[in-house]
């Protein structure tokens, strides 16, 4: 039983990463991908894939990886050599890599306050925060206790917010192709609807995708989220800087 999350940087992929840990049941759906480089060319690929499975694997044997769009590129060209692709597809290899396996997208609608939390993240060095200082969390760049104040120092930059919002955009659109070029119909998890779950209803999906029955165990979440008053603010700013530059970089000649 194998699911794959499909996510894009700051699309709430932690905060359900939290959740199915919780359950105990749902794998251990970590970003196992990141230090995969096709550069490193001492490396087994298909040897590291073993490991990835193995350690993404919960007791009961469900295996569960998170993905982000911007890591595709180098995953499918390591794995080129071990797993065939049919011809035109979209990452073939690493489609080939996990044929079979259950397909969980995540989406968060709100493209620019989704880049508003790329921009505070990298400013502020601080990716997520737990309610309390005490609280134990496997997310990295982590404020442990939140304050409100966290981003009281960080810069408005429009400019690099438009390629965060561009790229967002072509990250979301690769994965469209992906899953078009293959014929896979993924389940649908919007960013939007999971914060307001109080239920985490959403679980059950992700269970009956793979076939695991059962009741879950659902835990309160530990992470907080770290939106504010200073990125509400900033994305009214946005919109308005953008509309008086035709939605296009400031001095642009197009």
Known sequence: MQIILCATQRSGSTMIIEDMLNTGVLGNPEEWFIPWDPAKTHINWQEDLVGVKR???????VMAIKVMANQLYNVDTCLAEAYPAQQGAEFGHFASAFH????????????????ISRLMAQQTGINHATARPEDEHFAGNLARGYDTNYNNKTKYRYEILLNYVTAIVLENLAWDRFFASHNITPVELIYEDIVKDTDMAYLDVIAGQIGLEGELKRQPRKMVKMGNNRNREWRDRFFQEAAANRFLPTNSTF
Request: hydrophobic share 35%.
């Open 55 to 61: 350690r993404a694997s919960g007791e009961n044997g």
């Open 100 to 115: 079979g396996a259950s397909w969980i997208r995540i989406i968060r609608c709100d493209t620019v306050s989704q880049a």
